[in-house]
């Protein structure tokens, strides 16, 4: 019923920035989340960023707190990740992440995903 889908990876070097957009459409009743998660080869999907649709409330990881900021544009549906000072720790297939009433770091509680996108940081 809700449908999410991201655009705006690639290929940057290190210290670089990159900003990624993740499109929402269907049903959008009631109150609601966004998260940003990531995968790297081999290793767990971890919560990147998420934020809260009713007040713009955030969280964000310990690695990349200060270096990036999540956004949302409520007219669009549209949910935003601002990367900067990039490295190379952050190559990683980046996944938009729906779900209801409130931010969760646990990546299983999300029903509603997009395709990914990948990010790579050469350094």
């Known amino acids: 019923q809700v449908q999410l889908v991201e655009s705006g990876g690639g290929l940057v070097q290190a210290g670089d920035s990159l900003r990624l957009s993740c499109a929402a459409s269907?049903?959008?009743?009631?109150?609601?989340?966004m998260a940003w998660f990531r995968q790297a080869p081999g290793k767990e999907r971890d919560i990147v960023a998420g934020i809260l649709w009713s007040d713009g409330g955030t969280y964000y990881s310990a690695s990349v707190k200060g270096r990036f900021t999540v956004s949302r544009d409520n007219a669009k549906n549209t949910m935003y990740l601002q990367m900067s000072s990039l490295k190379s720790e952050d190559t990683a297939v980046y996944y938009c992440?729906?779900?209801?009433?409130?931010?969760?770091?646990?990546?299983?509680?999300?029903?509603?995903w997009g395709q990914g996108t990948q990010v790579t940081v050469s350094s």
């Open positions: 269907g049903r959008t009743s009631g109150t609601y989340a």
């Open positions: 992440a729906a779900r209801t009433t409130v931010i969760s770091t646990r990546s299983s509680t999300y029903p509603y």
